[in-house]
């Protein structure tokens, strides 16, 4: 039962178990190997029938399932009706398979795997045609209608921060010439230019000419948000470059950088990367596999507003994913007129994409290959510490952070805000994802499973409320060598002279091993 | 030769463990180069007998080769760094300076033994040096402690730090200079691959007039060098320092590379030393 607060907030929530209990004692079910999970999902748009059975599998290769959970959705569930939620209950537990005439788009994949974030892709990708189609901007369709990196006293604390390591690093001659910011997934470019503009007027007074010695690079995965970030702050001239790159291959792109960075801000990027789920049921391992669809009535709805054959949805949207909606009527102008109805098409199967899920053992954590270098073994503290629980591995966040750190200078730091998850506990009382918004998919971040592998990297992590939007769901994330001490903000105080002659206090704790401020 | 210290957990942590008078509440840790936090709670023993066993690891490594062994162990300013607790608290009014000269004392009945066990070259590391600039003149001091009366050959290494594999500061040796020209040394071991080369001038500016340990290996990075590119280095190298005043090494330990890789290192350095040494005739 994970939405506890919403359980006793929502009688219609809780009017539902009646109901859901008749309906499973009247299935037929083994109810000795049934497990009911109930969500709470707050994505409208989302990739769930209200009523799934997910199978748990003896053996990762499938084989006869050795047990089944019904998860069910208690928000669609909290207006309905009894018969509506025994309707629900039935055709869970009676199908889920090929015989209700669902049309698959992919075969069972590990969630980071699945089409859903070729979907997601695909949209950065063309986000100029989604929005032509739409006639909005994405940031429209974020909550609050804006992106969350945009705020000049935010970008004012971070320049002093800034400031004040570079004086001291220039006071000692380990200063270096060229210093360097970076940010990942730069929106339209307005949080580059709060920085600059705050930059130079601060630097102006500063009096240090930082403004000549700086770099802000600016990296998106889309090349019209990029474009359009680089006009904003085109007046900042050479100061800025734009790279187009995919935030889970860094390493690829920005090895150049490795060590140099002084400042890594990211913005709600992670939450837009693939991830698999894992779960642990009855103290074992499993990881959830999925398998996009589209429900019978709405492929039906949508061969025939297109004028195609049922059968030929599915190789379109393979073929959508593979060229784009552009060329995609270009190749098939008999079926999509022009870009806008291809696009017409793409946002029909986005709407109607189902995923259907099961369970298969998770075999060896070492032999699970979470990101470029990161295997299942950073779980094993995650998984042996909560008892039964899904969370998610935000594998894309974590090859993308992975490759961050060691982006950063000893000095440097970095700083996400995104939605991150906190607590694993917070995996036990509420649903965290995925969902859709407009055209991308969204999921909550593995907060502790982040902040282990940068433990293991030398990192320290720590996650605040994101000052800047009180009461939203965003945290900031501050990633920072562990352990330093000779930075102004990570002082623990300097050990006093052989004459006696300088210092701050030291800490009377341990001289050089305070954790960072 | 040195036996690659794969006993040492890290660079810290298995020395404070066996230091008389430095308490650790908790050896538990997730991460082999995580640090333990140790604490002195009451001044350390001063002096006396070596109690670390490092002679016992240096007879371990005699017995393994015939050939010239280089023994290293953490120094005293950079183990300082690690050890809280009240005793060397600045109220106390002996201070975190007095805790570096009580390692040096203890550090020097190490050395000590090393000497009588047989150890001809000895290598003081201070990783954390470099993150403590206006510390120099104290960590010479403490360098003169440990190496008093213990006539070997000595070498002091002071590099930007290898845990977890990246740099812990960045900067310039200037910090060293002029401290380190009353360090009771023989050779001054410095990374080199990674930073360049420009540092190299601090050894004319100051007449450095002993050898130089001159890091020609990246041990940050698993790119393998090539010979050539380690033959170049070391040219740089001599453009300063003659060839019978140069050590050629990596810039530190090489723990955090993959065996093979580690190999591969080793073998280019050789080569690279190789063919600077025929051309040198």
């Given amino acids: 039962m994970r939405p506890v607060r919403r359980l006793r907030e929502t009688p219609g929530a809780r009017d539902a178990f009646g109901p859901l209990v008749d309906a499973v004692a009247a299935s037929g079910a083994d109810l000795a190997r049934l497990r009911v999970v109930c969500d709470w999902i707050q994505y409208r748009h989302n990739f769930r029938e209200t009523a799934v059975t997910r199978p748990v599998l003896p053996a990762a290769d499938g084989g006869p399932e050795e047990a089944r959970e019904l998860a069910v959705d208690l928000r669609r569930w909290a207006r309905a009706d009894p018969a ?71 970008a004012r604390d971070l320049i002093w921060d800034l400031f004040k390591v570079w004086d001291e690093l220039e006071a000692r001659r380990a200063l270096p010439p060229e210093l360097y910011v970076l940010e990942l997934g730069v929106g339209n470019g307005g949080q580059a230019r709060a920085f600059l503009d705050t930059f130079t007027e601060l630097d102006r007074r500063h009096g240090r000419d930082y403004y000549r010695r700086l770099h802000y690079l600016m990296g998106d995965y889309s090349a019209h948000v990029l474009d359009r970030a680089r006009e904003e702050v085109a007046h900042h001239g050479s100061r800025v470059s734009g790279l187009v790159l995919e935030a889970t291959r860094l390493p690829d792109s920005l090895a150049f950088l490795a060590g140099k960075a002084f400042c890594v801000y990211i913005s709600n990027v992670y939450d837009n990367l693939p991830a698999d789920e894992v779960a642990v049921i009855r103290g074992r391992a499993y990881l959830a596999q999925v398998r996009s669809y589209l429900p019978a009535a709405d492929a039906a709805a949508i061969a025939a507003r297109f004028g195609i054959g049922a059968a030929e949805v599915a190789p379109l949207a393979e073929r959508l994913l593979r060229i784009g909606p552009e060329l995609l009527s270009e190749s098939a102008p008999d079926k999509f007129g022009d870009t806008g109805a291809a696009v017409r098409f793409w946002q029909d199967a ?168 | 030769m040195s036996d690659g210290e794969l006993r040492r957990d890290n660079d810290i942590d298995y020395f404070l463990a066996r230091m008389p008078g430095v308490r650790i509440e908790r050896r538990a840790k997730a991460d082999y180069y995580d640090y333990y936090e140790a604490a002195a709670d ?76 047989g150890a001809a070259f000895l290598q003081i590391d201070e990783p954390f040096l470099a993150g403590y600039p206006e510390q120099a003149k104290l960590a010479v001091e403490a360098v003169n402690i440990v190496t008093s009366g ?22 310039h040796y200037d910090f060293l200079f002029p401290a380190a020209i009353n360090a009771n040394i023989d050779q001054i071991t410095l990374e080199f691959a990674r930073k360049g080369t420009e540092d190299l001038r601090l050894l004319a500016v100051h007449e450095w007039d002993r050898s130089l340990g001159f890091g020609v290996i990246d ?63």
């Fill in chain 1, 350 to 517: 986005w709407s109607a994409l189902r995923q259907a899920e099961r369970y298969v053992p998770l075999e060896g954590l070492d032999g699970y290959r979470l990101a470029p270098g990161v295997t299942g073994e950073v779980l094993r503290p995650l998984l042996g510490a909560t008892g039964d629980v899904r969370m998610h591995v935000s594998n894309g966040a974590l090859a993308s952070f992975a490759g961050t750190l060691p982006l950063l200078h000893p000095f440097g730091r970095l700083v996400c805000h995104d939605l991150f998850t906190t607590d694993l506990e917070q995996y036990r009382t509420g649903f965290y994802g995925p969902g859709k918004y407009d055209g991308s998919t969204v999921n909550w971040v593995n907060g502790p499973l982040l902040a282990l592998l940068a433990s293991r990297r030398g990192f320290d992590v720590a996650f605040t409320p994101f000052k800047q939007r009180p009461g939203s769901h965003v945290k900031t994330l501050t990633a920072q060598v562990r352990d330093l001490c000779c930075c102004p903000r990570r002082s623990s105080g300097r050990i006093r002279s052989p004459n006696g002659s300088s210092a701050s206090k030291p800490s009377t704790t341990s001289a050089g091993s305070a954790p960072p401020t």
């Fill in chain 1, 84 to 154: 509506a939620v025994a309707a629900d209950v039935a055709a869970a537990l009676a199908g889920g398979d090929d015989g209700d005439g669902r049309v698959w788009l992919e075969d069972w994949v590990h969630g980071s795997a699945s089409r859903v974030w070729r979907f997601n892709s695909l949209y950065w990708q063309h986000l100029a045609d989604w929005e032509k189609a739409t006639g909005k901007e994405y940031e429209r369709a974020l909550p609050g209608g804006e992106s969350d990196g945009r705020n000049a006293e935010a």
């Fill in chain 2, 150 to 171: 213990v006539p070997a050959t000595w070498a002091l290494h002071v590099c930007y730090g290898n845990r977890y594999a990246r740099p812990s500061w960045e900067g």
């Fill in chain 2, 219 to 281: 041990v940050k990075s698993a790119r393998v060098e090539t010979p050539d590119l380690v033959a170049a280095r070391i040219r740089r190298a001599l453009e300063y320092v003659p060839p019978e005043r140069l050590m050629i090494n990596p810039d530190c330990g090489l723990r955090h590379l993959a065996p093979d890789v580690a190999r591969r290192k080793l073998h280019a350095m050789v080569a690279g030393a190789a063919v600077v040494r025929a051309e040198l005739g």
């Fill in chain 2, 42 to 117: 009451a001044p350390l023993p001063d002096g006396g007998q070596a109690s670390l066993g490092l002679a016992a690891d240096y007879e371990f490594t005699r017995a393994q080769t015939d050939r010239p062994i280089k023994f290293s162990f953490t120094g005293p300013f950079s183990l300082s760094r690690r050890i809280g607790g009240a005793a060397y608290a600045e109220s106390t009014g002996t201070g975190p300076a007095d805790l570096v000269r009580a390692l040096a004392r203890l550090l020097n009945a190490e050395a000590r033994a090393l000497h009588a066990a």
